[in-house]
């Protein structure tokens, strides 16, 4: 009988765990998950959960004060970890559907690239605090982008500094690619937390797979829409959204709407974690938030 019961409290006290870590309301999803519209497939292992896109967005809203955004599908977070304490951190999954992304341009420039992405996130700062949020610099490449040839996968991470903290915030990126278009995590936390967040993120790219038919290898030439861009403009991400950024460059303009939607996570979550506060709101904030609810 003693074994069996030490054998139970192996099994339940972990999620206990993982449930105390979760903020009051959320209901996360453990092992095999369909994400929405069934563009891919997750086989999370037991240390990591998935939040749908509605209890996403409560966590990135609510909980780390983003402004509202675009739909995402949904967000992975580690069990036992306290999503509104320092050791916080999450990779947000979302989908661009821009056609099907060649990677003839993996030798890209991203020494050049870099320098057009800090001169544009700092062109950016004057309508963040418009908007009542904290200027951000980028500082530079956390990890240069790499691309594995063999799985049709991008990474990369940012270092980035958001004014009045302590603290430099980390954005680390992976794009899976596939017939149609990329699959998006983004893992948002603080530098000191780089080593982690990189093994969960790739963790979370491991467990991923595109279902049939949408699978790098599916695409049709002769019938399949090819992205207007390659690589090199998947890195540069939505801080290159810049008017005549991407045209220098030689690369071409995307719909940047869920990497912006990213871009801006990595802002509340350390004005959350290291001045422990949201950002500054305008009055209007809080009804603009209720319609896009």
Not at 15 to 38: E, N, R
Not at 274 to 290: C, D, S, T
């Amino acid at each position: 009988m003693r074994r069996v019961l030490t054998a139970l409290l192996c099994l339940i006290l972990p999620l206990l765990a993982g449930a105390a870590s979760m903020p009051h309301g959320l209901h996360a999803m453990a092992g095999k998950i369909t994400l929405p519209g069934g563009v891919a497939t997750l086989d999370l292992p037991p240390q990591l959960h998935y939040l749908d896109p509605d209890e996403a967005r409560k966590v990135l809203v609510d909980s780390w004060g983003n402004p509202p955004g675009p739909q995402t599908l949904g967000m992975i977070v580690p069990v036992g970890v306290d999503l509104l304490g320092a050791a916080g951190w999450g990779v947000i999954i979302g989908y661009e559907q821009d056609g099907h992304v060649r990677d003839d341009d993996a030798g890209a420039d991203y020494a050049g690239l870099l320098a057009q992405m800090k001169e544009a996130v700092a062109d950016r700062n004057t309508a963040r605090r418009e908007q009542g949020y904290a200027a951000m610099t980028l500082i530079g490449w956390a990890e240069p982008p790499r691309y594995d040839r063999a799985r049709h996968q991008l990474s990369w991470a940012k270092e980035l500094h958001i004014e009045g903290s302590n603290e430099n915030g980390l954005s680390y990126n992976v794009r899976l690619l596939g017939r149609e278009g990329a699959l998006v995590l983004n893992g948002v936390a603080g530098m000191n937390q780089f080593e982690q967040v990189k093994r969960g993120i790739h963790q979370v790219a491991a467990a991923a797979a595109f279902t049939a038919g949408r699978r790098y290898a599916d695409f049709n030439a002769r019938t399949d829409r090819v992205a207007a861009y390659g690589l090199a403009t998947l890195a540069a991400g939505g801080v290159a959204a810049k008017p005549g950024l991407l045209g220098k460059l030689g690369l071409a303009l995307p719909g940047f709407s869920q990497l912006l939607l990213i871009a801006v996570a990595v802002c509340g979550i350390w004005l959350y974690k290291v001045l422990g506060r949201r950002p500054a709101r305008p009055e209007a904030a809080p009804a603009q938030r209720r319609r896009a609810g």
